[in-house]
């Protein structure tokens, strides 16, 4: 079961949306509602995640300077990590 739900696009992002319609041969709802599902389920797997995160370090659980070294020399970057790093 399913329930309706209007929402206000604006015209450029309307025509948009019909011409995706009109190529795909479905529906600007269906396409829509995928859409709304797609963003639901990305947002809430990045609130997890930042949960996660926060809980990780109220633990104390953070990398050791060791790992991230590994990590950017594994990108072939220092990713500003010499001018950034403070000595304890």
Known sequence: MSTAMTIRLDP???ERLNRLAQSTHRSKAILAAEAVRDFVELSEWQMQE???G???ADEGDFATEQAVRKTLTRWGANAGYATT???T
Request: charged residues 40%; glycine residues 0%; aromatic residues 0%.
């Open 54 to 56: 926060i809980k990780e």
């Open 85 to 87: 790093h403070v000595a």
């Open 12 to 14: 450029e992002l309307e």
């Open 50 to 52: 930042i949960k996660n």
